[in-house]
Structure formats: C-alpha cells, structure tokens
C-alpha cells in the first residue's frame, strides 16, 4: 500500500518509492530517510547523511588511538573503534540504500552497544564483584 507525501510515493514500511537510480542501482533497503537520493552525486544516494558520519568516524579513530597509546585497557579503544564501525557502516548504508549495507549500518549498533554496556559495567562493579551481576 502507498502513501502520497510531498509529491512522494511511499510505502507503508516508510521506503520510498524513487525514480532516480544512481550508480548503486534500485534501493533495496527496507528504509529510505529524508533526503531525497542521487541529488549531489550519482554516487550517492542521500549525501548528507553519508557526509556527517564523519563526524562518528574521524574522532572515534582518533580516540581509539590516544586510549591505546595512553596504555588504558584495551576495551576502551575496541569501544571507539566500535563507534567508527557504526560510522562506516551507516556512511555505506546512506550512499547505497542495498538492504546489505543497512544490515552494516544496524548491526554495529548492536555490536557498539554490547561492548559500550559491558565498559560501563566493569567500572562500575568493586573489585570483589562479577562484570555481569548475576541473580540468585
């Protein structure tokens, strides 16, 4: 079922229906976000969006690097590297719209977020305490 919206065809799951194919070819991920594709360049199809991971990847890498030069455990640079990830992955899901580059873009989040919550709960926990608390 299709929706009309801003001169805009889009289907119930939130896709939108394009005439423009860009050099990726036809969109094949289950979303397409707000911007409208292949506008800036054929060779990618929401160009912003791609652009401003960037800002997930450049500073994450630094990151990463000054933790492991610094000497701190190694989870805390596999943490930014983790964050990088979610910026690649989201950089190629953004310039494809390919169902397979989606998946990179949502699976690092569940990645990223894992090995961020497992850091929070080893500083947290005392010494004498499990990383994961445990019920009993």
Same mark, same amino acid.
């Given at each position: +079922?299709?929706?009309?919206?801003?001169?805009?065809?889009?289907?119930?799951?939130?896709?939108? #229906?394009?005439?423009?194919?860009?050099?990726?070819?036809?969109?094949? #991920? &289950?979303?397409? /976000?707000?911007?409208?594709?292949? $506008?800036?360049? &054929? =060779?990618?199809?929401?160009?912003?969006?791609?652009?401003?991971?960037?800002?997930?990847?450049?500073?994450?890498?630094?990151? %990463? =690097? =000054?933790? /492991?030069?610094?000497?701190?455990?190694?989870?805390?640079?596999? #943490?930014?590297?983790? $964050?990088?990830?979610?910026?690649?992955?989201? %950089?190629?899901?953004?310039?494809?719209?390919? =169902?397979?580059?989606?998946?990179?873009?949502?699976?690092? +989040?569940?990645?990223?977020?894992?090995?961020?919550?497992?850091? $929070?709960?080893?500083?947290?926990?005392?010494?004498?305490?499990? %990383?994961?608390?445990? &019920?009993?």
């Amino acid at each position: +079922m299709a929706l009309s919206f801003r001169n805009r065809q889009v289907d119930t799951l939130g896709a939108t #229906a394009s005439d423009v194919t860009g050099y990726w070819g036809k969109v094949t #991920a &289950s979303l397409d /976000w707000c911007e409208d594709n292949y $506008v800036i360049s &054929s =060779y990618i199809a929401e160009f912003w969006n791609t652009l401003s991971n960037a800002g997930f990847i450049i500073p994450s890498l630094l990151a %990463a =690097y =000054y933790a /492991w030069r610094a000497g701190y455990a190694r989870r805390f640079s596999l #943490a930014h590297v983790s $964050v990088a990830a979610i910026g690649i992955g989201s %950089a190629l899901f953004h310039m494809t719209l390919k =169902y397979t580059t989606q998946l990179c873009d949502e699976l690092p +989040m569940l990645f990223g977020t894992s090995i961020l919550l497992y850091c $929070v709960l080893v500083l947290k926990r005392q010494p004498s305490q499990a %990383a994961v608390p445990v &019920s009993s």
